[in-house]
């Protein structure tokens, strides 16, 4: 399972919890509750790689745990 970092919020004027994949430019997902809106995130960022892979372009390496010294 690949696994970047994702903020999830609710937002009042769409009445839905959106999804950001900060690391995936563009990737975007919402849903009426958080759990479907996590579930979206996972399709959708599936579905950026795929189409990253079609196009040829780059896809970045997930930035995994922070680590701190």
Known sequence: MIRYEIIIYWSEEDSAFIVEVPE??????DGATYQEALANAQIIIQEWIETARELGRPIPEPKGRLVYA
Do not use: I, K, N, P
């Open 24 to 29: 995936l430019s563009g990737c975007l997902a």
